[in-house]
């Protein structure tokens, strides 16, 4: 074998490492990549160690499970965040909130987190505003508690053992238990919302957004003051959200 042609398997052997880890549903070990895919095992463990290296991919709290690591993390940020990508997404963004007339956004999990990463915002006077970028808490946001609710078992059990269940609220849910019952119910809607749990006066919606082979990637929320919408007037937008929400599966 040439040295060109062993590069180039080792770099094919390492993407595809990088794709399983990546797209995986739950956190996977180096023996679910060893059932998964043609590569030697001495391989595989020599390669996720560069890989952990290089901050590509990270290990869960038992060690033994890979998740996707900070550096992955940011190169796909990046990419969402490049212009060509961005633009039929802000479109999408722009139309629902021109239709609706309050503040879109869409957001992604990001550790014990919910990260704003875009939105439109409402030309209403009164608006609450939450910049892209901003960091909020998982168990008391409509589009938090999506994530929890349709990320597996497993994994929502251990991430809520590990989260603060702070009252921001009067509102907030801050038993286990309870936040856990609510949760079915978000599971089996496929729809999440956030009734002044995490900031009085406030109330909002969120759909999921998948990707093309069905895992959750972000939300399609919507928020509004309290004086303006109720959570039952925010439900009647929830079919065109899905629709739009569809649509921008396409830009993700």
């Known amino acids: 074998m040439s040295k060109d042609t062993a590069t180039n398997t080792t770099l094919l052997r390492a993407i595809s490492l990088l794709e399983e880890v990546a797209t995986a549903e739950y956190s996977i070990s180096a023996a679910d990549l060893d059932k998964r895919l043609d590569i030697p095992k001495p391989t595989i463990h020599r390669l996720l160690k560069q890989l952990e290296e290089q901050q590509l991919i990270a290990r869960d709290l038992d060690g033994r499970h890979l998740l996707p690591g900070q550096r992955l993390h940011r190169m796909a940020m990046g990419t969402l965040a490049n212009e060509s990508v961005k633009a039929p997404r802000r479109r999408l963004l722009e139309r629902l909130a021109k239709e609706t007339g309050e503040t879109c956004n869409l957001t992604l999990h990001d550790g014990h ?11 209403w006077p009164v608006r609450i505003q939450l910049a892209p970028g901003s960091r909020l808490p998982l168990h008391c946001t409509s589009s938090g508690k999506l994530f929890l609710a349709l990320m597996p078992s497993h994994r929502r059990r251990a991430l809520l053992s590990s989260l603060t269940l702070e009252a921001h609220t009067p509102y ?30 406030m109330v909002a919606i969120a759909v999921p957004i998948y990707d093309q082979v069905g895992h959750m990637q972000a939300t399609l929320a919507i928020h509004a003051p309290r004086l303006r919408h109720s959570i039952e007037s925010l439900l009647e937008w929830a079919p065109l959200m899905r ?3 569809s649509e921008l599966e396409e830009t993700l």
Do not use: C, K
């Open 113 to 123: 987190e919910l990260l704003y990463y875009d939105r439109v915002e409402t030309n």
């Open 243 to 245: 629709q739009i929400a």
């Open 172 to 201: 907030t849910l801050t038993s286990s238990s309870a936040l856990e019952e609510h949760l079915v119910q978000i599971a089996r809607d496929r729809l999440s919302t956030d009734n002044e749990e995490f900031i009085q006066g």
